[in-house]
T-cell receptor, first 113, second 112 residues
């Protein structure tokens, strides 16, 4: 079955530490891949996306993500986390020949001072 | 440029009542979506539309209806509200091709 999995429900990191949020997908073909961030009480904002080409993509706010076809993964990273990065992060996938976008369950990030 | 606008932001309904969640976008996008967000469950697709007059079911359509009479508007209708429909509802839109989807601020609905 097609699915998007974010294995970590909640992650806590110290400010200044590095961050990696995991995303795995299960689709017959390589989907389009997205990471969104949601601050409390807000809508979702796109951080970055992957369609094709270079497997390391850069996004806003210093985030990057790497697509690994062999692992069906699209993990989000940031070298040094800021307190303002505390939010919920969603991985999403879409298929070229499909019209909808499916989301993972989300990972809530807490940043310790 | 307002983007995607959802109204209302908050609403409390009694069991069995009906209501319509409004969604409007001013980006001339063909594709529009309704999601519900429950804690720990991420966003689940309720309905989507690929253009005026065309709608289709998503993962969790039961208890909801939609219409798309114009490109701009995509209202979501709850006919007989149930406690299980307590959730945060997000509307989104996107243009042709898989560019990013733009989201509204959400509607927090409580059914009591």
């Amino acid at each position: 079955a097609q699915s998007v999995t974010q294995p970590d429900i909640h992650i806590t990191v110290s400010e200044g530490a590095s961050l990696e949020l995991r995303c795995n997908y299960s689709y017959g073909a390589t989907p389009y891949l997205f990471w969104y961030v949601q601050s409390p009480g807000q809508g979702l904002q796109l951080l970055l996306k992957y369609f094709s080409g270079d497997t390391l993509v850069q996004g806003i706010k210093g985030f990057e993500a790497e697509f690994k076809r062999s692992q069906s993964s699209f993990n989000l990273r940031k070298p040094s986390v800021h307190w303002s990065d505390a939010a919920e992060y969603f991985c999403a996938v879409a298929l070229y020949n499909n019209n909808d976008m499916r989301f993972g369950a989300g990972t809530r990030l807490t940043v310790k001072p | 440029n307002a983007g995607v606008t959802q109204t209302p932001k908050f609403r409390i309904l009694k069991i069995g009542q009906s209501m319509t969640l409004q969604c409007a976008q001013d980006m001339n996008h063909n594709y529009m979506y309704w999601y519900r967000q429950d804690p720990g469950m991420g966003l689940k697709l309720i309905y989507y539309s690929v253009g005026a007059g065309i709608t289709d079911k998503g993962e969790v359509p039961n208890g909801y209806n939609v219409s798309r009479s114009t490109t701009e508007d995509f209202p979501l209708r709850l006919e007989l509200a149930a406690p299980s429909q307590t959730s945060v509802y997000f509307c989104a839109s996107r243009g042709q091709g898989w560019t990013e989807a733009f989201f509204g601020q959400g509607t927090r609905l409580t059914v009591v």
